[in-house]
């Protein structure tokens, strides 16, 4: 098989023990777990000392992380002072990674390359960017930032959410942003989980890896995807209005962002248990998103069966943007938030990488491109001085 200019789909680059896909039968692993049992009985703190460290917490253990994460969840007050001088319009995305690279400033021991150097790193990144995401949306909207809970009974989840909005979340908001944070922890090899691990085949420090992964997340076929998603469903507006709506997207050659993945072959199984939260959420709030995502499911896997004879199936993204829409959070931190979820994920795959936890040894990354340019002939183009060269013409066309 030729595996040029298909974005690496399928092509295996590495090994890994933190996450297994089986996108033909909808399964996804994390060590070893079923995200299934995970999001039914799991902690999004559970969830992340799984990721980071191989194996389930004992109580002690999960005490101990979480006593980590409540101590370094405060950000320091120059980066707040740096939030407050950017452009209110600012990216939120752009915004997240540059505090990112920023927090290495931070870093008194950053020439520490040690894997218990990396394990503090990636704990002081978990802990402070749902810091820096709940910080920006405040600054930006003139209020003023928010102290975390320093209590280790209040959830992670429920921690952001109160920076975020300056009072506690509903028992029943957290749960749902912690079963959210734990669907979207870890996905394997990813684009932004390649983008980090491939920044840290170059030994660069766990903040330019976690700042590159970023960077990739930010893009709408990747983490942008469900702000696209909820984008569709407010042009949409009307349940009524779904059929028609996504039948002319489909007629004109167009995509319904939310249905199909690169790697599922059946439904994503983290779309089943948010279709379920957001049918739960939408009841509750008595709106009409859940209905609307999902006459958009209907139709697109109808006309793509009738039209095209393929089965079709949600994403995570379907239902994640009126999960968070009908939670009252703005639709630009979608993306923010899953970087507050898939830190877990990203630093789990960063020590994996520098470690080589699952491979021989380290090795840096270094794939070969085919060239298709311009040629001359083995001699190679003739170089014109800049007088000598005519509108339209090289140095392969010119008559000597």
Do not use: F, W
């Given at each position: 098989m030729d595996a040029r200019n298909i974005g690496l789909r399928n092509i295996e680059v590495a090994d890994t023990k933190i996450c297994s896909i089986d996108g033909e039968n909808g399964k996804l692993i994390y060590r070893g777990f079923d995200i299934l049992d995970l999001a039914y009985h799991s902690t999004f703190e559970e969830t992340a000392y799984l990721l980071l460290f191989g194996e389930l917490p004992t109580e002690p253990q999960l005490k101990d992380f979480k006593r980590r994460l409540e101590e370094a969840r405060g950000l320091p007050?120059?980066?707040?002072?740096?939030?407050?001088?950017?452009?209110?319009?600012?990216?939120?995305?752009?915004?997240?990674?540059?505090?990112?690279?920023?927090?290495?400033?931070?870093?008194?021991?950053?020439?520490?390359?040690?894997?218990?150097?990396?394990?503090?790193?990636?704990i002081i990144l978990m802990a402070k960017i749902p810091a820096i995401v709940a910080a920006w949306s405040r600054i930006r909207n003139g209020q003023h930032v928010v102290d975390p809970v320093e209590e280790r009974e209040v959830s992670h989840a429920a921690n952001f959410l109160h920076m975020l909005r300056g009072i506690d979340p509903s028992v029943e908001e957290a749960r749902v942003m912690d079963i959210c944070l734990i669907l979207h922890a870890e996905h394997s090899f990813n684009a932004s989980t390649f983008a980090a691990r491939e920044i840290a085949s170059t030994r660069a420090h766990m903040y330019a890896c976690i700042s590159g992964a970023t960077g990739a997340l930010s893009g709408e076929l990747h983490g942008g995807a469900n702000v696209q998603v909820m984008k569709m469903l407010?042009?949409?507006?009307?349940?009524?209005?779904?059929e028609k709506w996504v039948t002319r997207r489909l007629q004109s050659g167009g995509r319904v962002m939310g249905m199909g993945h690169a790697v599922y072959r059946t439904t994503d199984p983290r779309a089943d248990i948010l279709a379920g939260l957001s049918e739960k959420i939408s009841g509750e709030k008595n709106n009409k998103w859940y209905k609307i995502t999902k006459d958009v499911e209907r139709t697109t896997k109808k006309w793509m069966l009738d039209t095209k004879r393929q089965a079709i199936y949600p994403n995570v993204d379907l239902y994640s943007a009126s999960v968070y829409y009908s939670?009252?959070?703005p639709m630009d931190l979608n993306t923010p938030i899953f970087a507050i979820s898939r830190i877990a994920g990203w630093a789990a795959h960063v020590i994996e990488e520098k470690f080589a936890e699952a491979a021989p040894k380290p090795a840096l990354y270094r794939p070969k491109a085919v060239y298709v340019g311009r040629y001359c002939g083995p001699m190679g183009c003739e170089y014109l001085p800049l007088s000598n060269r005519a509108a339209g013409l090289t140095g392969s066309t010119l008559d000597k």
């Open positions: 007050e120059p980066m707040i002072r740096n939030l407050k001088n950017r452009p209110k319009r600012s990216q939120s995305m752009d915004v997240l990674q540059s505090c990112i690279a920023e927090l290495a400033d931070y870093d008194l021991n950053i020439e520490d390359t040690s894997k218990d150097a990396h394990v503090r790193r990636a407010l042009e949409i507006a009307e349940p009524s209005k779904a939670m009252g959070i």
